[in-house]
């Protein structure tokens, strides 16, 4: 069964900090990758996809990175601003036999981000 | 576009009885996903539909739960004889042909079983 975990579970900074969040899961036969937002009493947005075969994706001050091998993906955010302040999941689709997937997604428990100003 | 849009925003009904909760995926989305969001359990997997088949339920708590989607479209999750455990926020997602299409989530019904 995959598990997945998300460290730390929460993160208090300042503003203008860039800051790294982690994401581990056991089974590395995964399709793909996604790290999702969450504002309070939202729904979920996805801010990055990283399929099995990338290394990393980008998008404005994101980044985020894969190593399938070692289980383990990072979500780098560049000059935090308040406005980032949310719960930032992360979530992983398996590969079925043969390399298709299904696609249903296996989620962190999340980490909490507070940017202060 | 619209997106992924579900009702009620919030359903407060009392132990024992059914509630039905619905999606509307985003226009020519043929994935539909259920996921149910508590405390306890963070975000769980319930049912995937590839059109209006279910190929994968694994994740149906039980025999009380079940869904439907129709037209390749809307679906519907309806819970038979609520429990207080049933109490969450169950978030809807679709996601477009082709596998390696991200999914896009609906704000989520919160429903409340007292």
């Given at each position: 069964k995959q598990e997945v975990t998300q460290i730390p579970a929460a993160l208090s900074v300042p503003e203008g900090e860039n800051l790294v969040l982690n994401c581990s899961f056991?089974?590395?036969?995964?399709y793909n990758l996604q790290w999702f937002r969450q504002d309070p009493g939202k729904g979920l947005t996805s801010l990055l996809l990283i399929q099995s075969s990338q290394r990393e994706q980008t998008s404005g001050r994101l980044n985020a990175s894969l190593d399938k091998s070692s289980g383990r993906s990072t979500l780098y955010i560049a000059a935090?601003?308040?406005?980032?302040s949310a719960t930032y999941l992360c979530a992983v689709r398996l590969s079925n036999?043969?390399?298709?997937?299904?696609g249903k997604l296996t989620f962190g428990q999340g980490t909490i981000l507070t940017v202060h100003p | 576009g619209a997106g992924v849009s579900q009702s009620p925003s919030n359903k407060v009904t009392e132990k024992g009885k059914d509630v039905e909760l619905r999606c509307d995926p985003i226009s020519g989305h043929t994935a539909l996903y259920w996921y149910r969001q508590s405390l306890g359990q963070g975000l769980e997997f319930l049912i995937y539909f590839q059109g209006n088949s279910a190929?994968?339920?694994?994740?149906?708590?039980?025999?009380?739960f079940s869904a439907e989607r129709t037209g390749g479209s809307v679906s519907t999750l309806t819970i038979q004889?609520?429990?207080?455990?049933?109490?969450a926020v169950y978030l809807c997602a679709s996601s477009p042909p082709g596998l390696q299409g991200r999914q896009y989530f609906g704000p989520g019904t919160r429903l409340t079983v007292l």
């Open positions: 056991t089974d590395s036969a995964i935090s601003q308040p406005g980032d036999a043969g390399g298709t997937s299904y | 190929p994968d339920k694994s994740g149906l708590p039980s025999d009380r004889r609520t429990q207080q455990e049933d109490s």
